[in-house]
């Protein structure tokens, strides 16, 4: 549970009238005409009145059970008879619970947020030591992302893969298009762990392999400049599975930014003009993550702890198959529901992850 000082309390009620006054003028900006006839800004202040209809109306519903539990308190410190006792008791209980609730949700809510938690994300995975099997586990993760972008309407995109011998990726690159998808995927950069009995293991013994996986924001044309007289384009024959054009059109693009060496390639498309969109929207987004990777690491070290720092060197999960078990390494969290997890049923973990990170903000800034 997320607990509270008196001063970020203080600063949370402040936080809340600010948001009431600007919940008002939005209301008001929304019933002019000429906002009304900008189809775009009308749509990015719905958005924000939308939001901040969700954030007042739990604070009133905290409001209400606050005022409920006073209420209970009361009639337990002066009433003397047996059951108007039990009833209040009953009350003070539920409405505990319900003010612990709506209190960490009201926090989550009024938490400083991420101007990039809106936007679509690159998944990238990578096939890390353990062989063949180490993209078969590669695979495995990318259907358990899938999984969960369905269950919540997402849609997810190939941009480009390297498959493995015997199945799965050596290194794979989805587009995953949904809503605040980064504010719901952004913990899960970092080194996975298996252990399993691999398909290829003939004495049944249980081996450890890894992948990487790596959650970008999706970067627009205006967060990063890319100078052509910057960037090296080439293009070959796409090789792999894709019918006959394969290996007998220049359709296959690869693109070295010589500033940096990064190197973006792209073949799933048949149209050379496509594959070179997506490489670029690739180079883009990786170029953004080593920006905002560059100021975390100018941050303290105090900061770089953050559940959410998204270091992809930092091994953070270990999934042991025999045991049914998930354990995260960065909040002490052990799931005994692995079979589940791997189907897409990510919701307990990427919540207690945002709970865990959103605990250690708060204690920032209440210090």
């Given at each position: 549970?997320?607990?509270?000082?008196?001063?970020?309390?203080?600063?949370?009620?402040?936080?809340?009238?600010?948001l009431e006054e600007?919940?008002?003028?939005?209301?008001?900006?929304?019933?002019?005409?000429a906002?009304?006839?900008?189809?775009?800004?009308?749509?990015?202040?719905?958005?924000?009145?939308?939001?901040?209809?969700?954030?007042?109306?739990?604070a009133r519903?905290?409001?209400e059970?606050?005022?409920?539990?006073?209420?209970?308190?009361?009639?337990?410190?002066?009433?003397?008879?047996?059951?108007?006792?039990?009833?209040a008791?009953?009350?003070?209980?539920?409405?505990?619970?319900?003010?612990?609730?709506?209190?960490?949700?009201?926090?989550?809510?009024?938490?400083?947020?991420?101007?990039?938690?809106?936007?679509?994300?690159?998944?990238?995975?990578?096939?890390?030591?353990?062989?063949?099997?180490?993209?078969?586990?590669?695979?495995?993760?990318?259907?358990m992302?899938?999984?969960?972008?369905?269950?919540?309407?997402?849609?997810?995109?190939?941009?480009?893969?390297?498959?493995?011998?015997?199945?799965?990726?050596?290194?794979?690159?989805?587009?995953?298009t949904?809503?605040?998808?980064?504010?719901?995927?952004?913990?899960?950069?970092?080194?996975?762990?298996?252990?399993?009995?691999?398909?290829?293991?003939?004495?049944?013994?249980?081996?450890?392999?890894?992948?990487?996986?790596?959650?970008?924001?999706?970067?627009?044309?205006?967060?990063?400049?890319?100078?052509?007289?910057?960037?090296?384009?080439?293009?070959?024959?796409?090789?792999?599975?894709?019918?006959?054009?394969v290996?007998?059109t220049?359709?296959?693009?690869?693109?070295?930014?010589?500033?940096?060496?990064?190197?973006?390639?792209?073949?799933?498309?048949?149209?050379?003009?496509?594959?070179?969109?997506?490489?670029?929207n690739?180079?883009?987004?990786?170029?953004?993550?080593?920006?905002?990777?560059?100021?975390?690491?100018?941050?303290?070290?105090?900061?770089?702890?953050?559940?959410?720092?998204?270091?992809?060197?930092?091994?953070?999960?270990?999934?042991?198959?025999?045991?049914?078990r998930?354990?995260?390494?960065?909040?002490?969290?052990?799931?005994?529901?692995?079979?589940?997890?791997?189907?897409?049923?990510?919701?307990?973990?990427?919540?207690?992850?945002?709970?865990?990170?959103?605990?250690?903000?708060?204690?920032?800034?209440?210090?």
């Amino acid at each position: 549970m997320i607990t509270l000082s008196q001063k970020a309390r203080m600063n949370t009620l402040d936080r809340l009238k600010s948001l009431e006054e600007r919940f008002a003028a939005l209301e008001g900006q929304l019933a002019d005409p000429a906002v009304a006839s900008d189809r775009k800004r009308m749509a990015e202040l719905g958005r924000e009145h939308r939001d901040l209809d969700i954030t007042i109306g739990i604070a009133r519903r905290l409001a209400e059970a606050e005022s409920r539990l006073r209420g209970a308190e009361e009639i337990l410190a002066n009433e003397r008879d047996a059951e108007m006792r039990d009833l209040a008791e009953m009350e003070r209980e539920e409405s505990e619970s319900q003010v612990a609730a709506l209190t960490e949700e009201l926090e989550l809510r009024l938490m400083p947020r991420d101007p990039l938690d809106e936007r679509n994300i690159l998944l990238e995975i990578r096939a890390g030591t353990g062989g063949e099997e180490a993209g078969l586990f590669a695979g495995d993760l990318l259907r358990m992302y899938s999984r969960y972008a369905e269950e919540r309407g997402w849609k997810i995109e190939l941009l480009s893969s390297t498959e493995g011998e015997i199945g799965g990726f050596r290194e794979v690159v989805a587009l995953v298009t949904g809503e605040s998808a980064y504010s719901v995927l952004k913990y899960e950069s970092g080194v996975h762990r298996v252990q399993r009995v691999p398909v290829t293991e003939t004495q049944g013994r249980i081996h450890t392999s890894a992948a990487t996986v790596a959650v970008l924001p999706e970067a627009g044309e205006t967060d990063i400049e890319v100078k052509d007289s910057e960037v090296r384009v080439d293009t070959m024959c796409a090789s792999g599975p894709g019918g006959q054009g394969v290996n007998t059109t220049y359709s296959a693009v690869r693109l070295l930014h010589i500033p940096t060496g990064m190197i973006v390639t792209c073949q799933d498309e048949r149209s050379q003009k496509k594959n070179l969109a997506k490489a670029m929207n690739v180079l883009r987004s990786r170029l953004l993550e080593a920006k905002i990777r560059a100021e975390i690491e100018a941050r303290s070290a105090h900061r770089k702890q953050m559940v959410g720092s998204g270091d992809r060197s930092e091994r953070i999960r270990t999934y042991n198959f025999p045991q049914n078990r998930l354990t995260d390494h960065r909040i002490n969290l052990t799931l005994y529901s692995l079979d589940r997890i791997m189907e897409g049923d990510l919701d307990d973990l990427l919540k207690a992850l945002r709970r865990a990170d959103m605990q250690k903000r708060m204690e920032e800034m209440a210090n």
